[in-house]
């Protein structure tokens, strides 16, 4: 069956940038989707990227999205504070409207 | 914005109880979903709903049913709690079954069950 995967831990220092890697197995997805949850609280969308696109850019956030190997990654630009939570990535098959989750990313940020 | 609530942030039950946990939506949304998140595990899906009145199971849905009376409500039932069920509760809901329609989340509820 589909399959995401994601590291569970990442510690990058302050100010600099993270890399959240993910990677999935299903070829029919058709978006793929970075969600945020800071502790004690739900998820929060961040951003999400069509299949068809290579790059979306917002603010901090850059997504990247290599669909010949199934990667997408998060990169967030000068890493802050308050960017510590858990990051998890998620696609859509394109049969249904279900979401395939991986099991979060926790980001670590040290001073 | 799109508003999703949970009706309790922390709810302590005891093993054997009728737990219920509501949901709403205040966005006229067509999809609901109940997950549970254990760490380590993610989230996993335990009930989802398409419609009022219908339901399909997830990838956990043993020791648990759902109502969806009206189309903003979405409620997981715990039949006959037992240890193993505390847990993180998450719901989420998203517009319709179009794929590109992201699903938005609650606060969750923290259940934990003596």
């Known amino acids: 069956g589909e399959d995401v995967e994601q590291s569970l831990f990442l510690s990058v220092r302050e100010g600099d940038s993270s890399v959240i890697n993910c990677t999935y197995t299903d070829s029919s997805s058709t978006y793929l989707y970075w969600y945020k949850q800071e502790p004690g609280a739900g998820l929060q969308l961040l951003t999400y990227i069509f299949s068809n696109m290579d790059m979306k850019q917002d603010q901090r956030l850059t997504v990247l999205l290599n669909k010949k190997d199934k990667h997408l990654s998060l990169r967030i630009a000068d890493t802050q504070t308050g960017d510590s939570a858990i990051y998890f990535c998620?696609?859509?098959?394109?049969?249904?409207?279900?979401?395939?989750w991986g099991a979060g990313t926790k980001l670590i940020i040290k001073p | 914005d799109v508003k999703v609530t949970q009706s309790s942030r922390y709810l302590v039950k005891r093993t054997g109880e009728k737990v219920f946990l509501e949901c709403v939506q205040d966005?006229?949304?067509?999809?609901m979903f109940w997950y549970r998140q254990d760490p380590g595990l993610g989230l996993r899906l335990i009930y989802f709903?398409?419609?009022?009145?219908?339901?399909e199971k997830g990838d956990i849905p043993e020791g648990y049913s759902v109502s969806r009376e009206k189309k903003e409500r979405f409620s997981l039932i715990l039949e006959s709690a037992s240890t193993n069920q505390t847990s993180m509760y998450l719901c989420?809901?998203?517009?319709?079954?179009?794929?590109?329609?992201?699903?938005?989340f609650g606060d969750g509820t923290r259940l934990s069950i003596l």
């Open positions: 709903s398409y419609d009022v009145k219908m339901k």
């Open positions: 998620a696609e859509t098959p394109d049969s249904n409207y279900q979401l395939i």
């Open positions: 989420a809901s998203s517009l319709t079954q179009n794929s590109n329609q992201p699903q938005h």
């Open positions: 966005m006229d949304h067509e999809n």
